[in-house]
C-alpha cells in the first residue's frame, strides 16, 4: 500500500510516498481503508523531530517509526473476530499513528461517522476536537454559564473549541486575528476579539477558564483576566527552545502562577471511543462542524505539513486519501 514516511527527522521535504507493506490484522483490530486524513501539530513535531527531549521516546537519531499521522475516516475493510462495535462496510473516523496511508489498522479509537459529516469533515475531529473536549470538560471543569476565554481560536483545536464550550453552556469569548474574526462568530463565540486590534489582556473581563492554543503571553499578562480560583488549560505553545520546545513555555506557566490560587495545567489528549462517541452525539445534534481550511492529496503531504508549520491555518488541514 502506499503510505507517507520519513527516515529522518527535519523539514517537510523528508515526507516521501512509498510501498510499504499493509498492517496486519489481529482479533482485536479493525482494518480501515483511508478515504481521507488530516494533520495536527503533534505530527509535524513528529516529522521535524522537535523538541529534542522528546526523541527520547521516538528515537534519538532516526524515527525509530517512519509513519505519519493520526486522524482518518474511510470504510471499514475487515474486522478481527473480538471486534463488535463496527463491521465491514462501516463508514467511520477515528485516530490511529500511520493515518496518512491506504490502509491503517486501530483498536480503540475508532467510531461510526455521522451521517451529516463528509469523509473529510470526520477526518478533521478526533485529534483536535478530544483535546478541546478534554481540555474544556476534564482540565477546564468548565460548567454551565461560567466564562472561558479561547486564545487562539482558529486552527482546529480552536474551532472545535469555541463550539463545545457553547455546548457545555459557556459564555465564550474567542481571541483571534482579523482573517478569523467573522468565522469565529460564525461557530458561536458570544465575543470576539482581534488581538491585532486590542490586547485582551488589558481589558475588564474576568474568565472562569481560558484555554490557551497559542501560548503568546506571559503569566503577567494571563494572571489579569483570570478570576482567582480560576483554570488556565494550555493546550498549545510556541514552538520554543530546540531542547524542551514547547515545554519551556509550559514550566515558566507554572511557575508563575505558583501561590495565585489560579491552577494551571498543560495536557496531552487521550484518544479513546468514549470520547468519539461523545463529539458523535453533538455533531448529530449539529452543535460540532468540523472546518476545514484546506485539502491537499495524500502525495502532497509536504506541502500539507509546511503549511501547518507556518501557524496561519484558519482551521483543519486535511489531506485526501489515495
Not at 468540523?290 to 491555518?313: K, M, N, V
Amino acid at each position: 500500500m502506499k503510505a507517507v514516511v520519513h527516515e529522518r527527522y527535519g523539514s517537510p521535504d523528508v515526507l516521501e510516498v512509498r510501498e510499504v507493506e499493509q498492517p496486519e490484522l489481529a482479533d482485536d483490530l479493525v482494518l480501515v481503508r483511508v478515504h481521507a486524513a488530516s494533520v495536527n501539530p503533534a505530527d509535524w513535531y513528529g516529522v521535524s523531530g522537535r523538541p529534542w527531549v522528546a526523541r527520547a521516546m521516538t528515537g534519538l537519531r532516526r524515527p525509530k517509526n517512519g509513519s505519519v499521522g493520526t486522524d482518518f475516516a474511510g470504510i471499514v475493510e475487515a474486522a478481527g473476530r473480538d471486534v463488535t462495535h463496527v463491521q465491514p462496510g462501516d463508514e467511520v473516523y477515528g485516530a490511529r499513528s500511520g493515518a496518512l496511508a491506504e490502509y491503517v489498522c486501530v483498536r480503540d479509537a475508532i467510531v461510526r461517522k455521522p451521517p451529516n459529516v463528509t469523509f473529510e469533515e470526520a477526518a478533521a475531529v478526533p485529534v483536535a476536537a478530544i483535546t478541546a473536549l478534554q481540555g474544556l470538560r476534564d482540565k477546564g471543569k468548565l460548567e454551565q454559564g461560567q466564562r472561558v476565554l479561547i486564545n487562539g481560536a482558529s486552527g482546529g483545536v480552536g474551532t472545535f473549541a469555541v463550539q463545545i464550550a457553547k455546548a457545555l453552556g459557556a459564555e465564550v469569548t474567542a481571541v483571534c486575528s482579523t482573517g478569523n474574526v467573522e468565522q469565529a462568530r460564525a461557530l458561536g463565540a458570544d465575543q470576539v476579539i482581534d488581538y491585532t486590534q486590542e490586547d485582551f489582556t488589558r481589558g475588564g473581563a474576568r474568565y472562569d477558564v481560558l484555554l490557551d492554543v497559542t501560548g503568546t503571553r506571559s503569566w503577567g499578562d494571563y494572571r489579569r483576566v483570570l478570576k482567582p480560583n480560576a483554570r488556565h488549560v494550555i493546550v498549545g505553545a510556541p514552538k520554543g527552545t530546540r531542547l524542551l520546545g514547547p515545554l519551556s513555555h509550559v514550566i515558566k506557566l507554572r511557575l508563575g502562577s505558583i501561590g495565585s490560587g489560579r491552577k494551571v495545567s498543560f495536557f496531552v489528549a487521550k484518544l479513546n471511543r468514549a470520547d468519539l462517541e461523545v463529539l458523535n452525539e453533538l455533531i448529530e445534534a449539529g452543535k460540532v462542524t468540523p472546518a476545514i481550511d484546506r485539502q491537499y492529496d495524500l502525495s502532497e503531504a509536504a506541502d500539507a505539513f509546511r503549511y501547518l508549520g507556518e501557524g496561519h491555518a484558519k482551521a483543519k488541514i486535511g489531506v485526501r486519501g489515495s
